[in-house]
């Protein structure tokens, strides 16, 4: 894992004081991360090209040029104001960036306001969220900007005040004389603004006196979000924006030959409006009830999709002929192999919040509002579609409710756009929850073939072979990697197999050890749902690695312990292992389990309980789903700095609860070119009676002075844990995820999966 030195400290930087008419200052950087060292082994490791330069570390290079346009405003009744080039959809940046402010201040961070900017071209790749990078790519520039603004806001009390500025004191957005006498941010912000742009040097406070940094805060919008005031997408009142929604084919991709019904459909109460559009068959309505009742009724005929012929099976097949072989055979005079291949099915990405976007389209411009974490490349491309100049494009970034990789894409946006056009009207595009899961971005079908020889007390070799559906990166990330390429320790290779390379990485010195990627199937509409690939090669390896620990007669933890590289690493290992009680006697059916995964400067380490026991596994549960039970879960993190670490265990706890559904329960069956699952109900994400009722989170003392990534590292850690304590309970290593999507193993089978619809919409009723 790259060591990136002691962090930001106080070392000196340029920002601007931008011309306006209050106190608006920007930031100007130039530094970039350092080189790992690599702790020694009996058979070291090489360094993976993940832990010399990782996709965060391209990320935050790819936003370092145009770092100074992120600017604050200071304002006449003395908040200080934020249009964050990122988006907001839960994970809590509008508050860890409020904190930087209110830090380098010396602001009450309720005199903060942070909004969402909308689609800012200038900011070339400087407005893309995701990968866990929006702390760690501003955590420096939001910085010095509030760093600059402390200093203009000082030399103007100095001038009022009549005294140095060496002598004058900050407290709660208030400048104090040494007379006593004092002046608020608010009395200032004129005076301290500039007519001319101009540079300066600023020196950011010594993490030593942080009172912000580091001390859990509770959300900026958390009032609100439990009050119902939160604005999300369909919250807005746009004028003339009315209800719309698309009867979509019942295939992947299917396209429309035919509408039977238009005239009906459009006579029906309430219904403005039927387009056929490249999706589907669009109508716009009164009301969203009116919409379902005229999607229900309309008679489309259906052409083929990209996947009409494509089941399980069959994608399985195309995977397994596209497996790249393993290098190192097995020598069974000199060495033992373990050797395993791994299934992880389709799993949905259907966020909480409905897809949704609101569009007005003219014959001049058009304005979007959506939850959108690639606004840039959404403006881009719409523009492009409506024929428009770029310019006459808005695209307004609206907080989301949830997204796990899933706004990456912009597909709502465009397809309101789309609609708008060809009805000639505003409308408030909304898709339902069937929508999503047989239609939306899914978490691409994948198999992980493994090898790991050792001897002598030592892992000799490990070999990775990880075969998938493709995973669609046309969201932005596929320009940052043809910007930054010559930067990129990975040679001369695709998109997917740079982001896994950028990605993915052993923790362990191995010998020789290697990781490799092959895709194939580009019919699927796939997408980068929490850590991409992390999940399901860190599930892998971690399964493997227990069966190392068994066939060479150690202890999972202390083995584990003996071959990792990074102290950071064992210090989270060796936390759970404690707090957890690891090796305590479990009974006949139970067990522990223990994993670790690394990633984007970070580290977690997840110790799990799970409970496969008759008596839990057959519990009745009306309209559930019961299975093993996770009984209780210790998670260590080090993300290095934790800006806000309650925001950070949050993470952590959401992470978690994915981890177990998409180890135990959550996936989607291909049939004929349709996912059978239309919501929520036939998914069997981990509820309530199936989270562990003992859940501790542990963040870790500040390791670097620089924040890492967090979001992403329970998901594959938790997914990890789960699957070696469901082995370690069953005395069965699980190699196909979900555990119960064909044949569970020792619990009781899911409830029939609905077959295919007569009716492309049936399941509309379960989405209100």
Not at 330 to 343: H, M
Request: with cysteine.
């Amino acid at each position: 894992m790259a060591d990136r030195g002691p962090g930001v400290g106080r070392r000196t930087f340029l920002g601007y004081v931008v011309a306006a008419s209050t106190l608006t200052v920007a930031a100007q950087l130039g530094e970039t991360l350092g080189v790992p060292t690599t702790a020694a082994a009996a058979i070291p490791s090489l360094p993976e090209p993940s832990e010399v330069y990782d996709l965060n570390d391209m990320l935050t290079d790819a936003a370092l040029p145009t770092a100074n346009l992120i600017t604050i405003q200071i304002n006449t009744d003395g908040t200080a104001s934020l249009a964050l080039p990122r988006a907001e959809v839960g994970q809590g940046v509008t508050t860890s960036s409020a904190m930087l402010i209110a830090e380098e201040l010396d602001l009450p961070l309720s005199m903060v306001r942070v909004t969402l900017a909308d689609a800012r071209p200038e900011l070339l790749f400087n407005q893309l969220t995701g990968a866990s990078n929006t702390t760690i790519s501003t955590y420096t520039p939001i910085r010095v900007a509030a760093a600059v603004a402390r200093g203009r806001l000082l030399q103007a009390a100095a001038t009022a005040l009549g005294e140095a500025v060496p002598s004058l004191t900050v407290a709660a957005g208030v400048i104090t004389a040494s007379t006593g006498a004092s002046m608020t941010y608010a009395q200032l912000a004129v005076a301290a603004a500039s007519l001319t742009t101009l540079q300066v040097s600023v020196t950011l406070k010594d993490p030593t006196r942080f009172t912000m940094i580091g001390t859990p805060q509770g959300r900026i919008d958390a009032l609100d979000a439990v009050t119902g005031r939160k604005q999300f997408a369909m919250d807005l009142s746009v004028p003339g924006a009315l209800p719309t929604m698309v009867c979509r084919p019942p295939t992947v991709n299917g396209t429309v030959r035919s509408v039977q019904n238009l005239a009906a459909v459009q006579a029906m109460p309430g219904i403005t409006d039927v387009a056929v559009v490249s999706t589907g068959v669009a109508v716009r309505g009164s009301t969203f009830g009116q919409c379902i009742d005229a999607v229900r009724a309309l008679q489309v005929g259906w052409g083929p999709g990209t996947e009409d012929n494509s089941s399980d099976a069959t994608v399985l097949q195309e995977l397994a002929a596209a497996e790249l072989p393993l290098v190192v055979p097995p020598l069974p005079l000199l060495t033992q192999a373990v050797d395993a291949r791994f299934t992880f099915h389709f799993a949905s990405n259907s966020a909480l919040e409905p897809n949704c976007a609101i569009a007005d389209v003219r014959s001049d411009s058009a304005e979007i509002w959506a939850a959108v974490k690639s606004p840039i490349v959404a403006q881009g491309q719409i523009a492009a579609e409506l024929g428009l100049p770029v310019p006459a494009v808005t695209v307004h970034v609206v907080q989301g409710g949830g997204s796990f990789g899933r706004k990456l894409f912009f597909d709502a946006a465009r397809e309101a756009a789309e609609v708008s056009r060809a009805m000639g009207k505003p409308v408030k595009l909304m898709w339902h929850r069937t929508d999503d899961f047989r239609q939306g971005r899914t978490h691409p079908m994948s198999t992980s073939r493994v090898r790991a020889t050792y001897g002598l007390g030592q892992v000799i070799s490990y070999e990775q072979r990880h075969t998938s559906v493709a995973t669609d990166f046309s969201h932005g990330l596929g320009e940052i990697i043809t910007a930054m390429v010559a930067k990129l320790p990975v040679g001369d290779i695709g998109f997917s197999e740079t982001i896994f390379e950028l990605t993915q990485q052993t923790p362990y010195n191995f010998g020789v050890t290697t990781q490799l990627l092959s895709e194939v199937d580009k019919g699927f509409n796939t997408g980068s749902m929490r850590n991409i690939y992390s999940p399901n090669v860190r599930c892998a390896q971690e399964l493997v690695v227990d069966q190392l620990a068994a066939g060479m007669g150690q202890d999972p933890y202390q083995f584990r312990r003996q071959f990792l590289k990074d102290p950071r690493a064992r210090a989270v290992l060796d936390q759970v292992a404690q707090v957890g009680a690891w090796g305590r006697t479990m009974a006949p059916g139970t067990a522990q389990g223990i994993a670790l995964h690394p990633e984007y400067h970070g580290f977690v380490a997840v110790l799990v309980e799970i409970d496969c026991t008759a008596a839990t596994t057959g519990r009745q549960i009306p309209n559930g789903y019961a299975g093993p039970r996770v009984t209780k879960v210790v998670c260590a993190v080090d993300v290095g700095l934790a800006v806000n670490p309650r925001g950070l265990e949050a993470q952590m706890m959401g992470g978690i609860m994915d981890g177990i559904a998409i180890t135990l329960s959550s996936s989607l069956h291909l049939q004929n070119g349709t996912f059978l699952e239309g919501s929520w109900d036939e998914y069997f994400y981990t509820r309530q009676w199936n989270t562990p009722p003992d859940l501790e989170i542990i963040v870790m003392p500040p390791t670097t002075g620089n924040p890492g990534g967090a979001g992403e590292l329970a998901v594959a850690g938790a997914m990890a844990g789960v699957a070696c304590a469901y082995a370690r309970a069953t005395g069965t290593m699980p190699t196909g995820f979900p555990i119960n999507h064909d044949a569970p193993l020792g619990f009781t089978p899911l409830p029939t999966v609905p077959s295919i619809p007569a009716s492309p919409t049936d399941g509309l009723s379960r989405a209100y």
